[in-house]
C-alpha cells in the first residue's frame, strides 16, 4: 500500500510539473503583456496592408516538418474594418484560399472572421505583437477535424512579421506552423 501512495503521489507531481511548465514556460504560456514594451509597436492596418507575401511550413505532432507553402496576401481596410484574401500554394501542389473579416476594437483588442472558423476569433495587440485565438475547421481531404489555434505574429524592426501558431486538439499539439509575412516586391 504504501508503494501504491508513493507511486501516486510521484505521477501528480509529474503531472503539476507537466502543467506549470505548460502554462508558464512553453508557446501557450504568453502572454500579450509580456510584450508591452515591444518596440516597433504592430499596428494591423499599417503592417497588414496591401500585397503581401507569406512563406512558411509546417510542422506535424512529432515536430517533423510535413508542408510547406508560398501564400500571396492581399489585405485592404475600410476604416477599422480589414479583408485579408489569402492564396496559399503548397509543396503538394494544393492551392487553398481563405478570406479574413478583421474587426478593429478597443485598447488593442480585434475580432477575426472566416468560412473555415466556426464563430468569432478574439485577438490583442500589444507592442510589437499581436495575438490571436480561434477555432479552426480543417478541409476534409485533411481530415476536417476542428482544432484550437493561437498565433502569435511577432513585428520585426524592418517590417517583416514572423508568424508562429499551434493547433491543439483535446489540449494536444498536433501541428505547428512559422511563417514569415512581408510586403509584396
Not at 502554462?23 to 500579450?32: D, I, K, M, T, Y
Not at 500571396?72 to 503548397?90: H, K, N, P, Q, V
Not at 485598447?107 to 507592442?127: C, E, Q
Request: net charge negative; aromatic share 12%.
Amino acid at each position: 500500500m504504501e508503494n501504491f501512495i508513493f507511486l501516486a503521489l510521484g505521477i501528480a507531481l509529474a503531472m503539476f510539473g507537466v502543467l506549470v511548465r505548460r502554462r508558464f514556460a512553453e508557446f501557450p504560456g504568453q502572454s500579450p503583456d509580456d510584450y508591452s514594451e515591444g518596440f516597433p509597436a504592430f499596428d494591423l492596418k499599417k503592417h497588414l496592408t496591401g500585397k503581401m507575401v507569406c512563406e512558411g511550413v509546417i510542422f506535424g505532432p512529432l515536430g517533423r516538418m510535413t508542408s510547406s507553402f508560398v501564400a500571396d496576401f492581399d489585405i485592404s481596410w475600410s476604416g477599422d474594418t480589414g479583408l485579408m484574401a489569402e492564396r496559399f500554394r503548397y509543396n503538394d501542389g494544393s492551392i487553398q484560399h481563405r478570406e479574413w473579416h478583421i474587426t478593429l476594437g478597443e485598447d488593442g483588442a480585434f475580432a477575426v472572421r472566416a468560412d473555415d472558423v466556426p464563430g468569432v476569433g478574439s485577438g490583442h495587440l500589444s507592442g510589437s505583437t499581436a495575438q490571436l485565438r480561434y477555432e479552426i475547421v480543417l478541409p476534409p481531404e485533411s481530415g476536417g477535424h476542428r482544432l484550437r489555434a493561437e498565433d502569435w505574429m511577432y513585428l520585426t524592426p524592418d517590417g517583416t512579421i514572423v508568424n508562429r501558431s499551434q493547433f491543439r486538439k483535446y489540449g494536444f499539439k498536433v501541428a505547428e506552423l512559422v511563417a514569415t509575412i512581408r510586403p509584396k516586391e
